[in-house]
């Protein structure tokens, strides 16, 4: 039989002895992977949210009522901004969060953000007036600003080492379900039955904390050094060094002790990490995805693609849920850097080919080729998920030790939610002075900053451990 040998992987067994079969291995990876699609609800409930603008936009082109019947209409602005609130009130939810995870827990701030989103998709989908949803919208918006910072770190802490990328992309997985989910609802649905049945996924992930633990890490910086063990003892299995895991996270601590937590923030290479964290983050939202993700039916109709707009939406989540399945099983092997340069170097070249296309083909109506649209979307879309877009909320978390990862995320989730209202709200502006051409052209120039960038700045984590 073959056995799993704790010490080929990173992890002394002294003080338990003994080894692990691979059937154990498995069953317990297996345990832990169900506890992470669990946690991956969470941003399931924020690919839900994110790609909502572009069935509201397709929905009330075509019917312009509420729920009740009563006349609605959103103008160009509006819908943008029915994206850009959900990243402007992120900074918010991620904010309120950051401290509470260390005085409340894990759980207990998944409960908070995940009722909150229950709110939003209840008023998005029930209040007549677009004020009103717009407001629903921006509470939506700091739900999953929690839920992101949360989830992250909690995702990131239950995971064994030489599988953490893996088990990370799961979350990543799981906004592209989130809004696969919601595109193919609102391909033949009305807007505020969209939301009805998104809401059903913050109400499973509030069902699932009947069978998520609190962090280990969390439970040892609190003292409660027998639950961790308890939790420890499932998540590693019976021949893990129980005892030296939960002293490593003691020890990856106890240099910020006698500190407080913004002077742990201000030493030097906090402050680097921070830096190249965030950028990542700028970067990834200037790209263009988000902006793809959100007004992906309203760019298809642009492009003067003769392809149906709802399918083509469709389509292009399709992929990327594909796409992301493909990265998992790749990132721990290329490791973040490879990952996401290779990540930038193929988004480039889609986004440039559809900016040669848009102009190749001019003011031609139809534009020949109709299919190449769709295919560059697909390209981008799948491509962002092999690194450029799940790394930075990856080393948010895998960066900073625990006393401080919170507020350290939370500070890069802050610049990158400033970054993607910045990208969503200026979509139309954008659109209107640059043309699509220039729109492209420009995230593509983007996506080609960011390979010099990450290999110059980005320092590998693959399989280190997180304190």
């Known amino acids: ?51 909502f603008p572009s069935v509201l936009a397709h929905d009330l082109a075509a019917h312009n009522t509420t729920i009740y019947g009563s006349p609605i209409t959103l103008t160009s602005s509006q819908v943008d901004m029915a994206g850009s609130l959900v990243m402007l009130g992120s900074t918010v939810g991620a904010w309120v969060v950051a401290p509470l995870m260390m005085r409340l827990g894990r759980r207990a701030c998944i409960l908070g ?3 909150t989103a229950v709110l939003g998709w209840l008023g998005v989908a029930l209040l007549p007036e677009p004020v009103g949803i717009l407001v629903a919208r921006g509470l939506s918006g700091m739900a999953a600003g929690g839920l992101s910072l949360v989830a992250n770190s909690y995702g990131i802490e239950l995971a064994d080492p030489e599988v953490r990328g893996m088990m990370a992309m799961v979350l990543n ?35 699932s904390l009947f069978h998520l633990p609190e962090s280990p890490p969390y439970l040892v910086l609190k003292g409660r050094e027998g639950e961790a063990r308890e939790v420890l003892l499932d998540l590693r299995g019976r021949c893990a060094d129980l005892e030296g895991e939960i002293q490593s996270y003691k020890d990856l601590n106890r240099t910020s002790e006698s500190k407080g937590v913004w002077r742990d923030l201000l030493r030097p290479e906090v402050l680097k990490d921070l830096a190249v964290v965030s950028t990542l983050f700028i970067l990834m939202y200037f790209t263009g995805y988000q902006v793809i993700s959100a007004n992906t039916s309203r760019m298809f109709e642009a492009a003067g693609s003769s392809l149906d707009d709802s399918l083509a939406t469709i389509i292009v989540n399709v992929v990327q849920v594909a796409a992301a399945v493909a990265a998992s099983l790749l990132m721990d092997r290329l490791g973040r850097r490879r990952s996401t340069m290779l990540s930038y170097g193929v988004m480039c070249a889609a986004l440039g080919g559809l900016a040669v296309y848009l102009l190749a083909a001019g003011e031609q109506d139809p534009r020949p080729l109709a299919w190449v649209p769709l295919v560059c979307l697909m390209v981008t879309q799948g491509a962002v998920t092999v690194g450029v877009n799940p790394v930075p909320f990856i080393l948010s978390s895998e960066y900073f030790p625990t006393r401080i990862r919170a507020w350290a995320a939370g500070i890069c989730y802050t610049v990158g939610n400033l970054a993607g209202f910045l990208a969503l709200q200026l979509y139309t502006p954008m659109l209107e002075a640059l043309g699509q051409v220039g729109l492209y052209a420009f995230y593509s120039a983007v996506c080609l900053a960011g390979v010099p960038f990450t290999y110059f700045f980005v320092r590998e984590t693959t399989g280190a451990k997180v304190g």
């Open 1 to 51: 039989m073959d056995v799993y040998t704790v010490e080929e992987h990173g992890e002394s067994s002294a003080g338990r002895g003994g080894r692990e079969s691979s059937a154990e291995r498995r069953t317990r990876l297996l345990r832990q992977g169900l506890k992470m699609f669990m946690c991956s609800l969470a941003m399931w409930t924020m690919g839900s949210m994110y790609v």
């Open 113 to 115: 953000s995940g009722s």
């Open 173 to 207: 997985l799981g906004i592209l379900l989130g809004q696969v989910v919601t595109v193919s609802v609102g391909y033949d649905a009305r807007y505020f039955i969209v939301a009805l049945v998104d809401m059903a996924l913050p109400l499973a992930l509030l069902l």
